[in-house]
C-alpha cells in the first residue's frame, strides 16, 4: 500500500489540507476559511489560536475523506504566507487582540525605506531596497511606535514555523523562510546581519525564541507530531514534520517539472493567487535591482532563488467583484467564473475593441517588482459613471490584463539582467481562471506550461514532506518522482499580437505614473506658508 503524505497550505484567506500517495497523486483536499482582520486600511492581522483551529480543521476534514486515512500518512507538511506570528504574554501586542502580522501588513513603508538606505550588504538580497512585507520594518515599528506592547513580545517566528512549533512542541526554524524573510544570508559564514540589527537598535531580535539557533534546511524533519495532537488529527504520533516553507516556494516546486537544473535560468514559476510571486533559480548569484533575491539554498542546496511578482492580483480582482457598482456586490469562486466566462465570450465577439480604452498600472499595495518600491500605487484610464454591467465587466478584463501585462515586465526585466526565461509554469488560484489562464498564455512572450495536478502548492508541500519522511531520498529525487504531467499551450497569433499594442500602452502609462509619484514627493512636502489659513 502506497505511502500517504499530508500537506497544509495556509494562504492569506483560507486553510487547506490535502493527502498526497509517494507518486504525488492527489487523494483528498479540504479547506478552511481564516479570519483576517483589517483594523485600518494599511493594517492587516490575525489571531494565532484561530489559525491553528482553521489547520485542524482542514486536516481532519480532509482525513474524514477516507476512512483510516489518517494512520497511513507517514509524513506532515507546512507552508504558509509569509506572516509573522509574535509569542507574547499577556494581551495580544496587535490590534483587535491579535498576535499575526499578515504578509500584506503595510503599516511599516516608512521603516522599511529606511531600512533602505542604511546601505547594508542585506539590501544586494532585496533588490536594492526593503519591501514593507518584510519582516524586520514590521517589527521595527512594533518597538517603536508600540513600545508598551513590543515588551510583551517574547518570540518572532514565521507562521510555518509556528505550525510546526504547535504540531511538534520543538521551535526550530526553517531555513526557506528564515533565507527570503529575515537579514539572514545563508551564503555568508556568519549569515545574520548583526550590524544592521544593532544600528536599527533592534539587535534583540536574534536572542527571541529559537532564532539563534540553526534553520532546517527543506526536505528535513524539523520536529516529530506530539501524541496530543496526533490523537486530535487523526494521525499517528511520532511521524515526522518536514521543515515550513513559504506558500510560494512551495508552488515553485509543484510546477517546475522534473530535472530542475536544467532548468534553471530559462523557466519561472508564477503562482497566483491574492498575490502574484514569479519564482526562479540560478547555479549562479546574480543581483537584480529591484527584485527579492538572490537567496542561497532557499529551495534547492547550492542554488540561488530569485523571487518578483505583485502584491495585490487575485485581491484587485476580488475588490472589482465587491465594489464595481455594475458587479455582484462581493468576492467569491462563483462571482469570478460568471464574470470570466462572460468576458471570454465577450472577447470572442468583440475582440481587443473591448474595453480597448481601459488600462491599469495594477500597483493597488505598491511596486513589488520591477521598482520594489512599497509606496507607489495604481493609475487607471477609461473611467466613466461605471454603474453598468458591461463596464463592471470591462474594468474587470483591464485589471486582468493589466496584471498579465506586469508579469511580461517583470520577466523581461529579469531577462535584462542575465536571465533567459522563455518557460512560465503557471501554479495557484489564477490556474483555475480560464481568463487568467488565456491572458498568461497569449500576453507574456513564453511558453505558458500548465499542470495536471489541481493542486500545485500543495503538491510542493508534499513533495518536501516525502523526503523529510524518507519516502524518497532528497527533495530533488522527490521533486522528480513526484511532478505531473504538464502541457504547454500554444498563444493564439493574433490575440498575442493585440497584447503586443497593450503591452506598449502599458510601459507608457507605467513610465507616466512614476512621473506623478515624483512629482508628488515635491508636492507633499511643501510648507504651507505662515499666517494663510484656510477656510474652517
Given at each position: 500500500?502506497?505511502?500517504?503524505?499530508?500537506?497544509?497550505?495556509?494562504?492569506?484567506?483560507?486553510?487547506?489540507?490535502?493527502?498526497?500517495?509517494?507518486?504525488g497523486?492527489?487523494?483528498?483536499?479540504?479547506?478552511?476559511?481564516?479570519?483576517l482582520?483589517?483594523?485600518?486600511?494599511?493594517?492587516?492581522?490575525y489571531?494565532?489560536?484561530?489559525?491553528?483551529?482553521?489547520?485542524?480543521?482542514?486536516?481532519?476534514?480532509?482525513?474524514?475523506?477516507?476512512?483510516g486515512?489518517?494512520?497511513?500518512?507517514v509524513?506532515?507538511?507546512?507552508?504558509?504566507?509569509?506572516?509573522?506570528?509574535?509569542?507574547?504574554?499577556?494581551?495580544?501586542?496587535?490590534?483587535g487582540?491579535?498576535?499575526?502580522f499578515?504578509w500584506?501588513?503595510?503599516?511599516?513603508?516608512?521603516?522599511?525605506?529606511?531600512?533602505?538606505?542604511t546601505?547594508?550588504?542585506?539590501l544586494?538580497?532585496?533588490?536594492?531596497a526593503v519591501?514593507?512585507?518584510?519582516?524586520?520594518?514590521?517589527?521595527?515599528?512594533?518597538?517603536?511606535r508600540?513600545?508598551?506592547?513590543?515588551?510583551?513580545?517574547?518570540?518572532?517566528?514565521?507562521?510555518?514555523?509556528?505550525?510546526?512549533?504547535r504540531?511538534?512542541?520543538?521551535?526550530r526554524?526553517?531555513?526557506?523562510?528564515l533565507?527570503?524573510?529575515?537579514?539572514?544570508?545563508?551564503?555568508?559564514?556568519?549569515?545574520?546581519?548583526?550590524?544592521?540589527?544593532?544600528r536599527?537598535?533592534?539587535?534583540?531580535?536574534?536572542?527571541?525564541?529559537?532564532?539563534?539557533?540553526?534553520?532546517?534546511?527543506?526536505?528535513?524533519?524539523q520536529?516529530?507530531?506530539?501524541?496530543?495532537?496526533?490523537?486530535q488529527?487523526?494521525?499517528?504520533?511520532?511521524?515526522?514534520?518536514?521543515?515550513?516553507?513559504?506558500?510560494?516556494?512551495?508552488?515553485?516546486?509543484?510546477?517546475?517539472?522534473?530535472?530542475?537544473?536544467?532548468?534553471?535560468?530559462?523557466?519561472?514559476?508564477?503562482?497566483?493567487?491574492?498575490s502574484?510571486?514569479?519564482?526562479?533559480?540560478?547555479?549562479?548569484?546574480?543581483?537584480?535591482?529591484?527584485?527579492?533575491?538572490?537567496?542561497?539554498?532557499?529551495l534547492?542546496?547550492?542554488?540561488?532563488l530569485t523571487e518578483?511578482?505583485q502584491?495585490?492580483?487575485?485581491?484587485?480582482?476580488?475588490?472589482?467583484?465587491?465594489?464595481?457598482r455594475?458587479?455582484?456586490?462581493?468576492?467569491?469562486?462563483a462571482?469570478?467564473?460568471?464574470?470570466?466566462?462572460?468576458?471570454?465570450a465577450?472577447?470572442?465577439?468583440?475582440g481587443?475593441?473591448?474595453?480597448?480604452?481601459?488600462?491599469?498600472v495594477?500597483?493597488?499595495?505598491?511596486?513589488?517588482?520591477?521598482?520594489?518600491?512599497g509606496?507607489?500605487?495604481a493609475?487607471?484610464?477609461?473611467?466613466?459613471?461605471?454603474?453598468?454591467r458591461?463596464?463592471?465587466?470591462?474594468?474587470?478584463?483591464?485589471?486582468?490584463?493589466?496584471?498579465?501585462?506586469?508579469?511580461?515586465?517583470i520577466?523581461g526585466?529579469?531577462?535584462?539582467?542575465?536571465?533567459?526565461?522563455?518557460?512560465?509554469?503557471?501554479?495557484?488560484?489564477?490556474?483555475?481562471?480560464?481568463?487568467m489562464?488565456?491572458l498568461y498564455?497569449?500576453?507574456?512572450?513564453?511558453?505558458?506550461?500548465?499542470?495536471?495536478?489541481?493542486?500545485?502548492v500543495?503538491l510542493?508541500?508534499?513533495?518536501?514532506?516525502?523526503?523529510a519522511?524518507?519516502?524518497?531520498?532528497d527533495?530533488?529525487?522527490?521533486?522528480?518522482?513526484?511532478?505531473?504531467p504538464?502541457?504547454?499551450l500554444?498563444p493564439?497569433p493574433?490575440?498575442?499580437?493585440?497584447?503586443?499594442e497593450a503591452?506598449?500602452?502599458?510601459?507608457?502609462?507605467?513610465?507616466?505614473?512614476?512621473?506623478?509619484?515624483?512629482?508628488?514627493?515635491?508636492?507633499?512636502?511643501?510648507?504651507?506658508?505662515?499666517?494663510?489659513?484656510g477656510?474652517?
Amino acid at each position: 500500500m502506497s505511502a500517504l503524505l499530508l500537506a497544509v497550505d495556509v494562504g492569506t484567506e483560507s486553510a487547506r489540507a490535502a493527502v498526497f500517495d509517494e507518486h504525488g497523486g492527489l487523494v483528498a483536499v479540504r479547506s478552511r476559511p481564516l479570519d483576517l482582520l483589517r483594523p485600518h486600511g494599511s493594517h492587516a492581522v490575525y489571531r494565532a489560536d484561530s489559525l491553528w483551529h482553521s489547520v485542524c480543521g482542514a486536516i481532519t476534514d480532509c482525513l474524514a475523506a477516507e476512512p483510516g486515512l489518517g494512520m497511513r500518512v507517514v509524513g506532515l507538511g507546512f507552508d504558509a504566507t509569509a506572516s509573522l506570528v509574535l509569542t507574547h504574554v499577556g494581551t495580544p501586542p496587535l490590534e483587535g487582540n491579535a498576535d499575526v502580522f499578515c504578509w500584506m501588513d503595510h503599516r511599516a513603508e516608512a521603516e522599511a525605506a529606511e531600512i533602505g538606505l542604511t546601505g547594508d550588504a542585506w539590501l544586494d538580497h532585496t533588490g536594492g531596497a526593503v519591501s514593507p512585507e518584510n519582516h524586520l520594518p514590521k517589527l521595527l515599528w512594533l518597538k517603536r511606535r508600540a513600545s508598551a506592547d513590543w515588551m510583551r513580545v517574547t518570540a518572532v517566528r514565521d507562521l510555518c514555523d509556528e505550525l510546526i512549533l504547535r504540531a511538534t512542541g520543538d521551535d526550530r526554524h526553517s531555513l526557506a523562510a528564515l533565507a527570503v524573510k529575515w537579514p539572514y544570508l545563508p551564503s555568508l559564514p556568519d549569515p545574520w546581519r548583526h550590524d544592521l540589527l544593532e544600528r536599527l537598535d533592534i539587535a534583540e531580535i536574534w536572542a527571541m525564541g529559537a532564532l539563534a539557533g540553526d534553520p532546517v534546511p527543506l526536505g528535513q524533519a524539523q520536529g516529530a507530531l506530539q501524541p496530543v495532537v496526533a490523537a486530535q488529527l487523526g494521525l499517528a504520533p511520532g511521524i515526522p514534520v518536514g521543515s515550513g516553507m513559504i506558500d510560494a516556494q512551495a508552488g515553485m516546486l509543484g510546477v517546475v517539472g522534473r530535472n530542475v537544473p536544467a532548468r534553471c535560468d530559462r523557466s519561472v514559476a508564477l503562482i497566483g493567487g491574492t498575490s502574484t510571486c514569479l519564482m526562479a533559480l540560478s547555479a549562479e548569484e546574480r543581483a537584480i535591482p529591484g527584485v527579492w533575491g538572490p537567496f542561497r539554498d532557499a529551495l534547492l542546496p547550492g542554488l540561488w532563488l530569485t523571487e518578483a511578482g505583485q502584491s495585490c492580483s487575485g485581491a484587485a480582482l476580488d475588490a472589482v467583484l465587491a465594489d464595481h457598482r455594475g458587479g455582484p456586490g462581493k468576492a467569491s469562486a462563483a462571482g469570478h467564473a460568471e464574470a470570466s466566462a462572460e468576458i471570454l465570450a465577450l472577447l470572442d465577439a468583440k475582440g481587443p475593441a473591448f474595453a480597448a480604452g481601459r488600462h491599469a498600472v495594477p500597483d493597488w499595495l505598491g511596486n513589488r517588482a520591477p521598482l520594489n518600491d512599497g509606496s507607489l500605487r495604481a493609475l487607471v484610464t477609461g473611467l466613466g459613471e461605471d454603474r453598468a454591467r458591461r463596464d463592471f465587466l470591462e474594468t474587470y478584463y483591464a485589471t486582468a490584463r493589466a496584471l498579465a501585462l506586469q508579469v511580461r515586465q517583470i520577466i523581461g526585466h529579469l531577462n535584462a539582467n542575465g536571465f533567459a526565461i522563455d518557460r512560465v509554469s503557471l501554479g495557484g488560484g489564477h490556474a483555475r481562471s480560464p481568463l487568467m489562464e488565456r491572458l498568461y498564455r497569449d500576453a507574456l512572450d513564453c511558453d505558458l506550461v500548465v499542470s495536471s495536478c489541481e493542486e500545485p502548492v500543495l503538491l510542493g508541500t508534499a513533495m518536501a514532506t516525502a523526503a523529510a519522511a524518507g519516502v524518497h531520498p532528497d527533495l530533488a529525487a522527490a521533486v522528480d518522482l513526484m511532478s505531473p504531467p504538464q502541457a504547454r499551450l500554444t498563444p493564439d497569433p493574433f490575440w498575442r499580437r493585440a497584447h503586443d499594442e497593450a503591452y506598449g500602452i502599458y510601459l507608457r502609462l507605467f513610465a507616466v505614473r512614476n512621473d506623478i509619484a515624483l512629482a508628488a514627493e515635491t508636492l507633499a512636502g511643501m510648507a504651507r506658508p505662515a499666517g494663510r489659513g484656510g477656510a474652517a
